[in-house]
């Protein structure tokens, strides 16, 4: 597994989240930075390669957003490092569940699936491929 970390973002990230997050508005990831709902993957270098947003379903369940590499990070091991460092941080927050999502017409249902995650239920908007929800247990019950 690759060195890497993962920090929470701060407002000078703000400039490397919007360049790659346009899924939200930028005020509501200002006040997703200022809610420490969002880390920025780098290097052991300091490097930034990534972005990991999250919020709470049900407003008590940790859902992973959005999991952004830089294209030369891919396919090699740190996504799947950048997944464990958020659970590892859920588990540190006393949660015992996550979830996430991808789109059936996705490769990335394999990649949460080759972490553990299971297929939870799908949601069908019109026009849109299925949602597929995915869910992990994490830490002890």
């Not at 997050?21 to 290097?43: C, F, G, P, S």
């Not at 369940?61 to 464990?84: C, E, H, I, Q």
Request: glycine share 6%.
């Amino acid at each position: 597994m690759h060195t890497l970390r993962m920090e929470l973002a701060t407002l000078d990230d703000l400039p490397y989240i919007t360049a790659i997050d346009q899924h939200v508005h930028r005020d509501l990831l200002i006040a997703k930075i200022n809610n420490n709902e969002i880390y920025i993957v780098q290097t052991k270098e300091d490097q930034h390669v990534g972005v990991l947003r999250y919020n709470y379903f049900w407003d008590n369940t940790p859902f992973m957003n959005l999991l952004w590499l830089d294209a030369p990070y891919r396919g090699k091991g740190f996504g799947s490092k950048a997944v464990l460092l958020w659970e590892q941080e859920m588990v540190r927050r006393s949660f015992r569940l996550v979830m996430t999502s991808t789109l059936a017409n996705e490769e990335a249902q394999h990649f949460y699936r080759k972490l553990g995650y299971k297929d939870a239920g799908c949601l069908l908007l019109e026009g849109e491929p299925l949602e597929i929800i995915l869910t992990k247990s994490i830490g002890q019950a």
